[in-house]
């Protein structure tokens, strides 16, 4: 699985965006990037994924470079509720077998 | 729908005793993958069933097992605890019928004395 890397750590003033980025440069043609969060002591929380194309959900956008080779997770208004860590994970489809490699992944804090 | 649920939440053991915990996925998704979370070595991957069917593990001592039923529910079972087992267990599940996406549940938490 192509590596990922991620700022050890971010901070964002609540009701602005809050910009994650993520660097993949190995990240192979079929593989795709997932952004999870985890809130301390809980379960991962699926955020967004996606190949190619910029996608947006409910929660978040993620804008791909045309190479690929890094990506921005978008939180539109950041509130208090968004502080967590936040995983970039490149993984390829079909034959990972369940298997995500998490890294140490960004601290996001948000301030009042 | 219901998300992925584990039992227990919390549990203490001594050291030397095994402990089995239990993942009940999506319904739907047949696929459970379990993971264990340290402070020091982070997110690490366990092992993935699909089908009842063993399909991926990770790289941890035979003491650590799992198993999945005709149900998609799974259990993992770790034998002769170690102090180093305390952690954050986690499973999550998926269907390959949509597309892969993992979603956790949230977690059983370890506690060996």
């Known amino acids: 699985d192509a590596k990922t890397t991620q700022p050890p750590s971010m901070d964002c003033a609540e009701g602005r965006a809050a910009n994650l980025p993520c660097n993949h440069s190995?990240?192979?043609?079929?593989?795709?990037v997932y952004w999870y969060r985890q809130i301390h002591s809980q379960g991962p929380q699926y955020i967004i994924h996606?190949?190619?194309n910029n996608e947006t959900n409910e929660m978040a956008s993620l804008i791909i470079t045309e190479d690929r080779k890094s990506s921005t997770l978008i939180l539109p208004h950041a509130t208090l509720r968004d502080t967590a860590v936040y995983y970039c994970?490149?993984?390829?489809?079909?034959?990972?077998?369940?298997?995500?490699?998490f890294g140490q992944g960004t601290i996001l804090t948000v301030h009042p | 729908k219901a998300g992925v649920t584990q039992t227990p939440r919390y549990l203490i053991k001594t050291r030397g005793q095994q402990v089995t915990l239990s993942c009940s996925p999506i319904?739907?998704?047949?696929?459970v993958s379990w993971y264990q979370q340290t402070p020091g070595q982070g997110l690490q991957f366990l092992f993935e069933?699909?089908?009842?069917?063993?399909?991926n593990k990770g790289n941890f001592p035979g003491r650590f097992s799992g198993r999945q039923f005709s149900n998609s529910r799974s259990e993992m079972n770790v034998s002769t605890l170690e102090l180093g087992d305390s952690a954050l267990y986690l499973c999550a599940s998926s269907s390959y019928r949509v597309d892969e996406t993992q979603y956790f549940g949230p977690g059983t938490r370890l506690l060996v004395l």
């Open positions: 994970i490149v993984t390829p489809p079909r034959t990972s077998y369940g298997k995500l490699t």
């Open positions: 996606g190949l190619k």
């Open positions: 190995t990240i192979s043609g079929n593989e795709y």
């Open positions: 069933y699909f089908s009842e069917t063993q399909r």
């Open positions: 319904s739907g998704h047949r696929s």
